[in-house]
């Protein structure tokens, strides 16, 4: 887990909000400045994404960072299984996509 791999460096906070609520605390009380995404060129919203750009109108003020967005879906999966980073269980039953069923 992220708490294992990083120790006492890495501080989680839990909301019971929106996620938009969440994020107007995280820039207005806890100095966030930027989100890394794991967005890609293939995803519904990647197409005209930049690997950095700022967050949406409406939506707290924040820097979008995509370090990801032109991995292959290939790309993904051999560095998850290279590092060993823990991943959704669900990938395993079949699911290659997990999100809103509407837009993923």
Wanted: net charge negative.
């Amino acid at each position: 887990t992220c708490e294992r791999r990083y120790g006492d460096s890495m501080e989680i906070i839990r909301y019971d909000c929106s996620f938009v609520e969440g994020l107007n605390d995280l820039v207005n009380n806890q100095n966030m400045e930027g989100v890394v995404l794991g967005t890609r060129r293939a995803d519904p919203n990647g197409i005209k994404a930049e690997v950095f750009e700022p967050s949406s109108p409406n939506w707290p003020t924040f820097m979008r960072v995509n370090p990801i967005l032109d991995w292959t879906y290939s790309d993904v999966w051999c560095f998850l299984r290279i590092f060993g980073i823990e991943y959704c269980a669900l990938y395993d039953q079949g699911y290659t996509s997990l999100g809103n069923i509407t837009n993923t």
